[in-house]
Nanobody, 130 residues
Framework: QVQLVESGGGPVQPGSSLTLSCWVSGFTPPNYATSWFCQAPGKEERAWVGTLGDSNANTEYATFAKGRFAIARDPAKNVVTLQLNSLKPDDTAIYYC??????????????????????WGQGTQVTVSS
């Protein structure tokens, strides 16, 4: 059974940090990749944030996320985190994780299109405001 569950969202002030978690069942590391997407209020599309592949060394990020956001997997748990730093109001969105089976060692540079993923979490709301 495949299940992805996000947690960790909430209201924060600009400049704050927040750690989101994606609890994964039905996939076994290192045989899957996890991407994070965000959907801003009033928007239908989900924007790609970044992807973690077979290991913490295999990551890719959207331009807006580089240097501020970080994705990692806890080796002891099947949990993928998204660390959000220096948050600003434009980061307000529902954040989703999605997973897809991969062969270990494959680069994940191409895993930025939401349509590639069939397995999604329910999303967690991040609201950044003063």
């Amino acid at each position: 059974q495949v299940q992805l569950v996000e947690s960790g969202g909430g209201p924060v002030q600009p400049g704050s940090s927040l750690t989101l978690s994606c609890w994964v069942s039905g996939f076994t590391p290192p045989n899957y990749a996890t991407s994070w997407f965000c959907q801003a209020p009033g928007k239908e599309e989900r924007a790609w944030v970044g992807t973690l592949g077979d290991s913490n060394a295999n990551t890719e990020y959207a331009t807006f996320a580089k240097g501020r956001f970080a994705i990692a997997r806890d080796p002891a748990k099947n949990v993928v985190t998204l660390q959000l730093n220096s948050l600003k109001p434009d980061d307000t969105a529902i954040y989703y994780c999605a997973a897809i089976t991969i062969t270990p060692g494959w680069p994940v540079v191409s895993l930025y299109w939401a349509g590639q993923f069939d397995d999604w979490g329910q999303g967690t709301q991040v609201t950044v405001s003063s």
